[in-house]
């Protein structure tokens, strides 16, 4: 089994700054993707950004230059740097990995718990 625990979420002021984190722990062999989405209330999830085993990435066009998404690969962390936050960023963010357990095992996709960030004044 796989466990991925988050934290960094919060109260921040608009323009502020968060750096959410989220660990994976358990049976892993390799991790190939991992990622961040978030959730707004009535809205759907959507992606935030990504980062795979290489170390290339994706972004959201709404968040673009403005947060960074970054991984130890030691750690087995994802990190999610947020800067110049705005009330829109406002939601659930989720981190979501892709891994296998094994080696030339299947892929699994896992999910954390969820923690809130809150842009308010």
């Known amino acids: ?72 690969n030691a750690k087995n962390t994802v990190y999610l740097r947020m800067n110049s936050l705005k009330s829109e960023d406002t939601a659930v963010y989720y981190c979501n990995v892709i891994l296998e357990r094994v080696a030339g095992g299947p892929s699994w996709n896992y999910w954390g718990q969820g923690t809130q960030v809150t842009v308010s004044s």
């Open 1 to 72: 089994q796989v466990q991925l625990v988050e934290s960094g979420g919060g109260l921040v002021q608009p323009g502020g700054s968060l750096r959410l984190s989220c660990a994976a722990s358990g049976t892993i062999f390799s991790i190939n993707v991992m990622g961040w989405y978030r959730q707004a209330p009535g809205k759907q999830r959507e992606l935030v950004a990504v980062i795979r085993s290489g170390g290339t990435t994706n972004y959201a066009d709404t968040v673009k230059g403005r947060f960074s998404i970054s991984r130890d």
